[in-house]
């Protein structure tokens, strides 16, 4: 069975602060995809990265960055200078497959981030 | 291209009536999901389908029932709705396994539900 936890339920940082979103998962499979979405106020979900198991690099976008550690099994994101238009909620989400041809994206149940100006 | 869309965005239906729910993608995806938003929940997976012609079950498939005639539309029916079936509704597609952009998958806007 495959398992997202994100710790975090809620953040509150002001303008400008960095911040992490915590990301763990469980999962038997050697060969998964992690992953992470934003929804923000609207209620759509925004895809932001992919990474499979076999690439531990750590990735930088902008102001985001994501720590992938196989060791820990985590994948936290951060976003360095946060602004107000991040005030989303956080979404981590986990697919292996399982041999027998298991389809399912397993989400977290996201972390609600509030940047205040 | 439209993407994933989704019909209605908001319903309200009473206890024991029925509706479809219809989600269409125009990106020439090959599986389509339907997921359901409850607070604190995440995302969880009601039914998807990986092919024309194919569904499955997911994690939280009871009370809902599904349709994929055409590769790219899928039907999510309630037969008989119930006050639990109060949720927002998320469908989303993806290419299939062969493609270098295979696991990404894309969102609809969502249709947020309320059964009274």
């Known amino acids: 069975a495959q398992k997202v936890t994100q710790a975090q339920t809620e953040i509150s940082v002001v303008e400008k602060e960095d911040v992490t979103l915590d990301c763990v998962y469980e999962t038997r499979d050697t060969t998964y995809y992690l992953f992470w979405y934003k929804q923000p106020p609207s209620g759509e979900l925004v895809f932001l990265i992919r990474?499979?198991?076999?690439?531990?690099q750590n990735e930088i976008s902008g102001r985001y960055s994501w720590n992938f550690q196989k060791s820990t099994s985590s994948f936290n994101f951060t976003i360095t200078a946060s602004q107000v238009v991040d005030s989303a909620v956080y979404f981590c989400?986990?697919?292996?497959?399982?041999?027998?041809?298991?389809?399912?994206?397993?989400f977290g149940k996201g972390t609600k981030l509030s940047v205040i100006p | 291209n439209a993407g994933v869309t989704q019909t209605p965005k908001f319903r309200v239906l009473k206890t024991g009536q029925s509706m479809t729910l219809l989600c269409a993608q125009d990106m020439n995806h090959e599986y389509m999901y339907w997921y359901r938003q409850d607070p604190g929940m995440g995302l969880r997976l009601i039914h998807y389908?990986?092919?024309?012609?194919?569904?499955a079950k997911g994690e939280v498939p009871d009370g809902y029932n599904v349709s994929r005639l055409k590769k790219q539309n899928f039907l999510l029916g309630l037969e008989s709705a119930a006050p639990s079936q109060t949720s927002v509704y998320f469908c989303?597609?993806?290419?299939?396994?062969?493609?270098?952009?295979?696991?990404?998958?894309?969102f609809g806007p969502g249709t947020r539900l309320t059964v009274t």
């Open positions: 989303a597609s993806e290419w299939n396994r062969d493609s270098p952009r295979s696991y990404e998958q894309y």
């Open positions: 389908s990986v092919g024309e012609g194919t569904t």
């Open positions: 990474r499979n198991s076999f690439d531990e």
């Open positions: 989400a986990l697919s292996a497959y399982s041999g027998a041809g298991s389809y399912q994206l397993t």
